[in-house]
């Protein structure tokens, strides 16, 4: 079939018509006013040639007047990929001859350097698409434009926005001309720009009936002609909005808080791992005296602070609270949100969100107790420390006994909370609030930058060690450099795991750190153990360090010792300006500098039972595998731990519900923003706020780390395949310890996220490496080679 008319085309025909004509085919099919038309099918691309006589016989049946000749490839208009402006439209199109050329150059835009760049984006297979082309009636409107029934600017979900021009919908969608904008709401407007408050009122009725009919928002462009008829001229996914918060039930607003870049992850999380850290999470704020429900939107994890944000006495310490591991952009938003009459306190005490008193005054007994034990005895409490860090390492492997997958399933169900918590939690916790305290004591007297010089080279830092470890690593490799520089870090890693590569130590590295990895919290992603790519790109980077005073090992040295000496003169100032304080503050900083570094070994300690829960699971899933119920083992991490259960009792067949998790998994993998807040109504707060103003060429944020360096950017998305250069400037979405070996090479750091006592700018201060966070949309401004000035003091990414 090689031509057919839009009103037979239906929603299952893709393939023969592409997105955009199956579409059209939608909204005839459910009686919507769209312009006659036909479309040349994918088939007559796949053989080449355009079915010229079928083709004019279509348009002499249209009155062989004027059409519009548009792309309709198949991987056009879809949930996760709308290919808006990427392939060709041709409008006015008059005559055969014309035609057959319009459709020839829509058939030559599939293949443009715009539309392979954004298929190359989205891993969309070239080999695989092909391009239908639609024809149509040209409609001569008076005013046309862009219908959202969504608002794309902030997410909100009882809003619409449209976009209006008079003349041809060409100069909304193309940018080329000033448009008016509209947001419909259940306000009554008066008449205003193009459009009459009765042609809006006929937009948001065609909206909401259209959002009903294909199950979600729309993206639809309309034309309205001399006679005011309305014409759908297209309606398609809008592929741009986070995902909504689930329904609540409430009548009242709530707010969501984005927690997953607090661990340095912004990617969606497996499924099999977002039950795991919504319980952990869960259980290590109540351990702290507080309740909040973790929700999955759009596979990250946000707590629900509704219920903090509404009780009278939580939200007084909210904002504060927020400071240690979510950064200022996070307070900035609870900040409006406080603000809002919607959340305003309610009666009656402490709302679900805050922890029954008895429990609040039991945790609060025992971080007393824990925290002034650490800091009158810092090294017995590290001795503890890692003696209770070292028997959960033991603790967490499976028994010898586990012979079937129902006998790892329950070993995996039966985990419980190690009961060594507080050896691990109040140590760092006293280490976290020695560093964060002196910045208000010696308020006056010395700057956030100096405080940040004294906690560089921090000791007793296991990730810093990692990071050391393997650098040594490197410099052993003696005759084995260049093989390890120039093979690619894959192939390196496809060699180490077949045994066929020389040894050069990874083994005994990988014994201590290989259950280590990038998002290592997510229970779905592979460790260091399984695949090092990741550790040979970093080996590789290593080896590009040709000055020895740059070598991390220098570097740390360097750090420590400015550390020290700062400290000797900041406290000596403070004592003289301000005695009491400034021997408070001296005594916190050494405690700082004895039990700040503990910062990353209670995450270190949590991933030994995380490695065993996964090393069971996947055998599950090999059982499973085997028993024809999943297509991999792997597939078992796109499973909820209930759903494991009746695949292994009842031998039901999960591999649709994988492979539907795995669709959604992966079109969130491409998303590059992830939301700091949300409210129940699909709201982005970040959106709604002020934007600071920032001089011409500057992009401002959070000193994170003192100094300041000029070098070029090297803007990472993938740390496992990263290639960092000695002296560039790491520009990253967010950073977690998975990452931090890239920090040995980089000159300095940039990320969208985080806050001051984070993992990211703690390894950075450890460096010595100046570091700039929570710069929004530092990734998308900044390019590859751009030449950028990074100032930790002043907080500023400068771009030359």
């Not at 023969?16 to 909204?27: H, M, N, P, S, T």
């Not at 005895?377 to 028994?399: H, K, W, Y």
């Amino acid at each position: 079939m090689h031509v057919i008319a839009l009103s037979e085309v239906t929603a299952a025909m893709t393939d023969l018509v592409g997105g955009k004509a199956a579409g059209l085919g939608e909204l005839i099919r459910h009686g919507e006013q769209v312009p006659d038309g036909f479309c040349v099918t994918t088939e007559a691309h796949r053989l080449g040639v355009i079915p010229a006589a079928e083709v004019v016989a279509a348009y002499e049946r249209l009155g062989a007047g004027p059409v519009a000749v548009r792309s309709s490839a198949t991987a056009e208009d879809l949930p996760d990929a709308s290919f808006a402006g990427q392939q060709d439209t041709v409008l006015d199109v008059t005559g055969a001859v014309e035609l057959i050329a319009a459709i020839e150059k829509c058939w030559d835009s599939l293949h443009s350097d715009r539309a392979t760049a954004y298929r190359d984006a989205r891993q969309i297979d070239h080999r695989a698409v092909r391009m239908a082309v639609v024809v149509q009636r040209m409609v001569t409107p008076t005013v046309a434009g862009v219908l959202f029934t969504a608002n794309p600017l902030t997410g909100r979900r009882d809003e619409m926005a449209v976009d209006a021009a008079p003349g041809l919908g060409t100069t909304v969608v193309d940018g080329g001309a000033a448009v008016d904008h509209y947001v419909l709401d259940d306000v009554t407007r008066d008449d205003a720009g193009c459009l009459t408050s009765a042609q809006l009122t006929r937009l948001r009725a065609t909206g909401e009936r259209l959002q009903a009919h294909f199950g979600c928002q729309q993206d639809v462009e309309w034309a309205i002609d001399a006679d005011d008829v309305l014409w759908l001229l297209q309606s398609r996914p809008i592929t741009s909005l986070f995902p909504a918060p689930p329904p609540s039930g409430k009548p009242l607003p709530r707010v969501y808080l984005e927690f997953g870049h607090v661990q340095g992850m912004l990617q969606p999380v497996t499924p099999m791992g977002m039950s795991t850290l919504r319980t952990q999470i869960a259980a290590m704020l109540a351990a702290l005296g507080v309740r909040v429900e973790i929700v999955d939107i759009g596979g990250r994890l946000y707590g629900d602070l509704t219920d903090l944000s509404r009780d009278r006495s939580s939200r007084k310490r909210l904002v504060k609270l927020l400071a240690v591991d979510f950064g200022p952009r996070a307070q900035a938003v609870m900040q409006h949100v406080l603000a809002d009459p919607r959340f305003a306190p309610t009666s009656g005490g402490a709302g679900r969100g805050g922890a029954s008193g008895a429990a609040s005054l039991r945790t609060a007994g025992r971080a007393v107790v824990g925290i002034v034990r650490a800091l009158a005895r810092p090294d017995a409490a590290r001795t503890r420390m890692f003696e209770a860090i070292e028997q959960m390492r033991v603790r967490s492997a499976a028994p010898a006994d586990l012979r079937t997958a129902a006998d790892r399933l329950r070993f995996v169900q039966a985990r419980n909370a190690d009961d060594s918590a507080d050896a691990i939690m109040w140590p760092i916790v006293a280490g976290m609030l020695a560093a964060a305290l002196p910045t208000a004591l010696l308020k006056g007297v010395a700057g956030p930058d100096e405080i940040h010089t004294v906690l560089g080279g921090m000791p007793h830092n296991v990730t810093i060690e990692m990071d050391l470890a393997l650098w040594r690593l490197a410099q052993g490799a003696g005759e084995h450099r260049q093989l390890l520089r120039d093979t690619p870090p894959a192939e390196l890693a496809a060699r180490y795991l077949r045994g066929a590569l020389p040894e050069i130590g990874m083994a005994a590295f990988l014994d201590v750190y290989g259950h280590r990895g990038v998002a290592e919290v997510d229970l779905g992603v592979p460790r260091w153990a399984e695949d090092p790519t990741p550790v040979f790109a970093a080996v590789a980077n290593y080896l590009r360090v040709t000055d020895p005073r740059q070598g991390p090992d220098q570097r740390f040295q360097r750090a420590a010792s400015a550390a020290e000496t700062a400290l000797r003169e900041l406290v000596t100032r403070a004592r003289r300006r301000r005695p009491v304080r400034g021997r408070v503050a001296g005594f916190l900083l050494r405690r700082a500098r004895s039990l700040a570094g503990l910062r990353e070994a209670g995450k270190f300690a949590g991933l030994y039972p995380l490695r065993e829960t996964r090393r069971q699971l996947l055998l599950i899933g090999a059982d499973l595998h085997g028993s024809g119920l999943l297509d991999q083992p792997a597939d078992i991490m796109f499973l909820t731990l209930d759903e494991v259960h009746t695949a292994v009792h009842q031998g039901v067949d999960l591999r649709g519900t994988v492979t539907s998790r795995r669709t959604v998994h992966r079109r969130e993998l491409r998303r590059r923003t992830v939301p700091v807040a949300l409210l129940s109504d699909g709201t982005d707060v970040e959106t709604v706020l002020s934007a600071a103003p920032t001089g011409d060429g500057t992009l401002s944020g959070v000193g994170a780390s003192a100094g300041r360096v000029t070098g070029p950017a090297r803007v990472v998305h993938d740390a496992s395949t990263a290639h960092i250069e000695p002296g560039d400037v790491l520009v990253a979405a967010t950073t977690d310890p998975g990452w931090t070996p890239l920090f040995l090479t980089a000159a300095a750091l940039v990320t969208e996220t985080g806050a001051i006592m984070a993992h990211g700018p703690t390894v950075a201060r450890e460096y010595g490496i100046p570091a700039v966070i929570c710069v929004p949309d530092a990734t998308r401004t900044i390019s590859t080679g751009q030449l950028v000035t990074v100032d930790g003091a002043a907080g500023t990414v400068t771009l030359h």
